[in-house]
């Protein structure tokens, strides 16, 4: 069972999911996760491409806003795009065996992870928001540069520092992820692939199989019949 709220982190959310069966693939985002299970602090980069979730064991997560977890975790995204890894390679052994215990001693564990998250926050970006907002609906990459006031190249090694990859790459991603929004509200694929910026159809369905490598009915199915698991956040090491 998966479960999602709003957090005291800006823009970030705070995730649950229980012990059981794998849940099915986790798609890109544009986010990065910190992640607690069973003893064990991880963090979870960008995705490229879909990312298959560990099976049994129960997760804890906080999702961060696009282009804000890089400061939080002091390491630029790109290092950690489609990559799981230990906190402790990032904030070293003794500090993530400090915070794994204060985890597993809380009565509450997405809350004391929500707690760590809230501790080494800073206030987001304005240029790397004005970015995500224009690209999110549906503004060009040359429009999302102008609103930041930044050039194009100055906006793409941003990108790469903020995201994970380059503004192109967020933007589809994130047209994909209103598609599919609207997808499990019912619209029609062809609907929903117009609403979301897609060129029709058959646009829609190449984006879903290079970036999620399973079709548009393939996903439907799955959203129909079961509770989906987190978007942008994985829970495989």
Do not use: N
């Not at 800006?10 to 059981?20: C, H, K, L, Q």
């Not at 961060?64 to 975790?73: D, E, I, R």
């Not at 692939?193 to 199915?221: F, K, N, P, V, W």
């Amino acid at each position: 069972m998966y479960a999602e709220r709003a957090s005291v982190v800006p823009g970030a959310v705070v995730w649950t999911r229980s012990a059981g069966p794998g849940a099915g693939p986790v798609l890109p985002d544009g986010c990065m996760d910190l992640l607690w299970s069973e003893g064990r602090l991880l963090v979870a980069g960008p995705d490229t491409h879909a990312h298959s979730p560990g099976a049994g064991g129960a997760w804890a997560g906080v999702r961060f806003a696009p282009g804000s977890a890089p400061v939080v975790l002091g390491v630029p995204a790109h290092e950690l795009r489609d990559r799981r890894v230990e906190l402790a390679d990032l904030w070293g052994a003794a500090e993530a065996r400090r915070l794994a215990e204060r985890i597993g001693e809380a009565p509450d564990e997405a809350v004391a992870l929500e707690a760590i998250a809230l501790e080494r926050a800073v206030p987001p970006d304005p240029l790397l928001g004005a970015v995500v907002r224009h690209l999110d609906a549906g503004g060009t990459v040359t429009a999302a540069a102008e609103a930041a006031g930044l050039g194009a190249r100055q906006l793409h090694r941003r990108s790469l520092d903020a995201f994970g990859y380059g503004p192109k790459t967020l933007a589809r991603i994130l047209r994909l992820q209103r598609a599919l929004a609207l997808v499990r509200r019912g619209v029609p694929y062809g609907d929903a692939a117009h609403r979301a910026g897609c060129a029709d159809q058959a646009h829609l369905s190449r984006e879903m199989r290079a970036l999620a490598g399973i079709t548009l009915g393939a996903y439907d199915r799955a959203a129909k019949s079961e509770t989906p698991s987190p978007s942008g956040s994985s829970t495989t090491a």
